[in-house]
């Protein structure tokens, strides 16, 4: 199985500043015949399902602030949060579906 | 606006069985695959399985490999999810997930990002 391991745990940030949390999958997820990394954001509320915020790394979900951005290739990546907002208080996770079992890193929960 | 739509909280005991339904609307059911998400009290995220609603294809993770079935009534838009030999692990909030199919040459199809989630299922063991 791929391990998606997330860094930090936890992270404080002050309104109006930049997030970053980082990614770090155990093998591999970058396809090389279609050049796409297998890689997808998700944010979740307290009380509330997760939510897709980006997929293929980089690419932003439909209706998901420009704010959120997604980079890296390979076996790293990184979501960014420009400037942060009090309703993007949430715990975030990455997700690698280059191959079964898809799996999850353990979350970042993010606050202000 | 996609919709997931899943059935109400159970309580069971333990070695008991629990189904869960997920009832899809506003898509075409066959155009994407059915995720199934669990997550324990204050856990992280766990990926259970998943089916492929065009041809009923499975994938289920070895964590629950024999007491899993996940199935699709295409007639009706509603995926299943059913959960055998509970135990109090088994106590978590389950979620479905709809998200497209990606198709390798070698080894078929496979499920990609999970793009729509039902509003998640409390299962409680408990005696």
């Known amino acids: 199985d791929i391990l998606m391991t997330q860094s930090p745990d936890s992270l404080a940030v002050s309104l109006g500043e930049r997030a970053t949390i980082n990614c770090k999958s155990s093998?591999?997820?970058?396809?090389?015949?279609?050049?796409?990394?297998?890689l997808a954001w998700y944010q979740q509320k307290p009380g509330q399902p997760p939510k897709l915020l980006i997929y293929?790394?980089?690419t932003r979900e439909s209706g998901v602030p420009d704010r959120f951005s997604g980079s890296g290739s390979g076996t790293d990546f990184t979501l960014t949060i420009s400037s942060l907002q009090a309703e993007d208080v949430a715990v975030y996770y990455c997700?690698?579906?280059?191959?079964?079992?898809?799996?999850f890193g353990q979350g970042t929960r993010l606050e202000i | 606006q996609v919709q997931l739509v899943q059935s109400g909280a159970e309580v069971k005991q333990p070695g008991a069985s629990v189904k869960v339904s997920c009832k899809a609307s506003?898509?075409?059911?066959?155009?994407?695959?059915i995720n199934w998400v669990r997550q324990a009290p204050g856990q992280g995220l766990e990926w259970m399985g998943w089916?492929?609603?065009?041809?009923?294809?499975?994938k289920y993770a070895q964590k629950v490999q024999g007491r899993v079935t996940m199935t699709a009534d295409t007639s009706t838009s509603t995926a299943y999810m059913e959960l055998r030999s509970l135990t109090s692990d088994d106590t978590a909030v389950y979620y479905c997930?709809?998200?497209?199919?990606?198709?390798?040459?070698?080894?078929?199809?496979?499920?990609?990002?999970?793009?729509?989630w039902g509003q998640g299922t409390l299962v409680t063991v408990s005696s």
């Open positions: 997700q690698q579906y280059y191959t079964t079992p898809v799996t």
């Open positions: 089916i492929n609603t065009y041809n009923d294809y499975t």
């Open positions: 997930a709809s998200g497209p199919v990606g198709y390798y040459e070698k080894s078929g199809y496979y499920p990609e990002y999970l793009q729509h």
């Open positions: 093998q591999n997820v970058l396809y090389r015949s279609n050049n796409k990394n297998y």
């Open positions: 293929w790394a980089s």
């Open positions: 506003t898509y075409t059911f066959t155009n994407y695959g």
